[in-house]
């Protein structure tokens, strides 16, 4: 079942912008008022947001890849209605559509599949399935769309499962990353020349319905195996840009050694935003002060060496390159 995003969005993004200027919705009405790409190779873009270091809800600590529900601390089912912007029927689950109360981005809402179940913050194939059917049906002009998540350990702030819904008009590092073919057609990982490593699956919207969902279902096996192995990991979602049309979407994984249990609110935390290229922070010092340098040691440090044992999962079928 397809999802075409465009359906959606106008109306989402009609929304969103009311509840902004409502004034009693949000944390704060997002204003970001410096930006830059990190000087020295421009791969890391920056900005300044102090209102979400000191008003967003602070994090759960969750302490295992595979963490039970908890009912009595805060979950999406404790939202307020105006919260929520939409629900979209998608084959058997229903997508809640709710505003991130402490945005980083234009439109930054998060994709909650069957809120009422409690779900822990673990994937599951339908939620799969609907982000990459909804970025890949996206038309171009929406093109700034992108979708991320953080695994229980890779910097999730609520034991609920969620997706982020941003709106990135900047391009990232991620989206020009030099790749090279590891199985079959569409599984790549990052030139060894990248300062950063990650899987990437690539997905074209002119496939067919059977091959798209053997593709889905190695990128969900994959997830299920990190999960199995301990390891965190955060998913960054984007359509190909700048006139790039033979593959319509990547789906990166960042694959992390170290578990991180709490975020720290006064600097920068390494999460799908800051793997792929997008770094926020809330001091005014550290945003003239940090270098290049600075978060890509921190993203090596704190995501650890994993990807020896990463690759050896790819290469045990036959049709590897």
């Not at 967003?56 to 009595?72: G, Q, V």
């Not at 091959?211 to 999960?227: K, R």
């Not at 997008?278 to 270098?291: A, I, M, N, P, W």
Request: contains cysteine.
């Amino acid at each position: 079942m397809k999802v075409y995003a465009s359906t959606y969005l106008e109306e989402l993004k009609q929304k969103w912008l009311l509840l902004q200027s409502a004034g009693n919705v949000f944390e704060y009405n997002l204003n970001v008022t410096k930006s830059k790409y990190l000087p020295e190779n421009k791969i890391m873009y920056m900005e300044y947001n102090p209102q979400r270091t000191r008003l967003r809800r602070f994090p759960h600590t969750i302490e295992s890849l595979k963490p039970a529900f908890n009912e009595k601390i805060f979950n999406f089912k404790k939202i307020k209605p105006t919260e929520l912007l939409m629900s979209i029927k998608f084959e058997e689950t229903n997508i809640s559509m709710i505003i991130n109360k402490s945005p980083l981005t234009l439109y930054h809402t998060l994709i909650c599949p069957d809120v009422s179940a409690g779900l822990s913050q673990c994937l599951t194939l339908p939620a799969v399935k609907f982000c990459i059917s909804f970025l890949l049906n996206i038309e171009d002009k929406e093109k700034s769309f992108r979708i991320g998540y953080n695994s229980p350990g890779a910097l999730a702030s609520v034991n609920h499962l969620h997706l982020h819904l941003l709106y990135l008009t900047t391009d990232l590092y991620i989206d020009k990353v030099d790749m090279v073919l590891l199985k079959g057609t569409n599984i790549y990982r990052l030139s060894d020349k990248m300062p950063t490593e990650a899987i990437c699956f690539t997905f074209n919207k002119s496939m067919n319905e059977d091959a798209l969902n053997l593709q889905l279902q190695e990128l969900f096996d994959f997830i299920v195996w990190l999960c199995d192995h301990d390891i965190p990991h955060n998913l960054f979602l984007t359509p190909y840009r700048s006139g790039e049309s033979v593959k319509a979407l990547k789906a990166f994984v960042f694959c992390r050694r170290n578990f991180c249990y709490v975020k720290t609110l006064n600097t920068y935390n390494i999460g799908f935003c800051e793997l792929a290229g997008y770094v926020t922070v809330g001091e005014e010092e550290l945003f003239e002060t940090v270098t290049e340098q600075d978060v890509i040691a921190k993203i090596r440090k704190e995501t650890g060496d994993v990807y020896n044992e990463v690759y050896e999962y790819f290469t045990k079928s036959n049709d590897i390159v």
